[in-house]
Nanobody
């Protein structure tokens, strides 16, 4: 089970850190990604990190602003978001996969958290 948290209200240009904690199983061998879904839009890829934490990837619009990291000892993945914009407003989901090749498509992930929502206000 994945539990995402850290959402809320933040001003434009501000920062926020989301957490995704796993329970029930250790997911240190799983790769983890963050996706987001804004109202009326499809779920989109945000960031990804390999199980070993050595490789990560970001959607183009998040590069330089978002940082994904993981602490396998705590079974937790983090998403640090800086320079937030109004268009970052969405529900953010964490998801996990085991040894997958496709890292950016939601259907490639078998485990999902419930989502955490935040709003960026001007």
């Amino acid at each position: 089970q994945l539990q995402a948290c850290g959402g809320g209200l933040v001003q434009t240009g501000g920062s926020l850190r989301l957490s995704c904690a796993a329970s029930g199983r250790t997911f240190r061998s799983y790769s983890v990604a963050w996706f987001r879904q804004a109202p009326g839009k499809e779920r989109e890829f945000v960031a990804f990190i390999r199980w070993g934490g050595g490789a990560s990837d970001y959607a183009d619009s998040m590069k330089g602003r978002f940082t994904i990291s993981r602490d396998n000892a705590k079974n937790t993945v983090y998403l640090q978001m800086n320079s937030l914009k109004a268009e970052d407003t969405a529900i953010y989901y964490c998801a996990a996969q085991f040894a997958g090749v496709d890292t950016t498509t939601p259907s490639a992930y078998g485990y999902w958290g419930q989502g955490t929502e935040f709003t960026v206000s001007s």
